[in-house]
């Protein structure tokens, strides 16, 4: 007497073989489609998130470039727009910055290249980040006696004290070659010497050696040659604390000398 297959032993086990096999070619083919789904998916929060401290680095990169340009003011920074200067790429990213001189605003912008992952980091009242500048109120750098002695206000626009120890300075000039002979600061002196441009710095030796800046103080500083400097520009005037913080003054931004006062 013949067994029906279905009561078969063999039968039943080829069956749930048939059927195993059917499922997991199933599940195969389902991780086979998620998998590359789930990689393109961490992708994006990668490339996004490293975006992101690319555009941090842009709002880094706009701070130190402008204090080592000795910009202080709004007209100046609007050269951060310049072709050459707005856009740095690191590694497979770069930044883009923007600068608004209306609003006062910093704008970057990273993005990693190949992917469409971008981020922005926008900094409101941008000048104070610098902490020190020159007084938006008062007018700008010029010369107060002759192209001898120039004047300028600074302003600490930060919430603690700064302290001021030492000074460099550079700046062009036709021969013959000039020498500050004196700085005040404050109405005090603070310097009484013979420094040539682009000497290493040297300590304030008048007036306690030191100069403080209060938050929000402003206090005007005087610069004296020993005379009248010929075709003098580009003067670059950098104060130090005494832990060797720098604060670049860039006096002529725009390389033609100063005005009169």
């Excluded at 048939?18 to 489609?33: C, K």
């Excluded at 600074?154 to 004290?161: F, P």
């Amino acid at each position: 007497m013949k067994t029906s297959f279905l009561r078969n032993d063999k039968g039943i086990s080829v069956l749930f073989l048939i059927i195993a096999l059917l499922l997991l070619t199933a599940v195969g083919y389902v991780l086979t489609y998620l998998i590359p789904t789930k990689q393109k998916s961490v992708i994006f929060p990668i490339h996004s998130a490293q975006s992101f401290y690319i555009a941090q680095a842009g709002v880094e990169y706009a701070i130190r470039y402008s204090s080592d340009q000795g910009w202080r003011t709004a007209a100046d920074f609007v050269r951060l727009n310049n072709p050459g200067v707005n856009q740095r790429n690191l590694g497979r990213g770069r930044f883009t910055i923007l600068y608004d001189a209306t609003a006062d605003r910093l704008t970057s912008t990273g993005e990693i290249t190949g992917s469409d992952a971008r981020r922005t980091v926008r900094v409101d009242n941008f000048t104070p980040f610098l902490r020190l500048i020159f007084d938006p109120s008062s007018p700008s750098p010029c010369w107060a006696t002759g192209t001898r002695r120039a004047g300028f206000l600074i302003k600490n626009v930060r919430g603690e004290n700064v302290m001021l120890t030492a000074f460099s300075a550079s700046w062009t000039q036709g021969p013959p070659a000039r020498r500050i002979q004196r700085m005040d600061m404050a109405g005090v002196q603070k310097f009484a010497g013979n420094y040539l441009s682009g000497r290493p710095p040297v300590n304030f030796n008048r007036g306690g050696s030191q100069q403080t800046l209060l938050p929000n103080g402003i206090i005007p500083v005087t610069v004296e040659w020993n005379n009248n400097l010929s075709m003098g520009a580009n003067i670059l005037i950098t104060f130090y604390t005494a832990s060797g913080k720098s604060y670049p003054f860039n006096l002529d931004t725009q390389g033609d000398g100063l005005p009169t006062c």
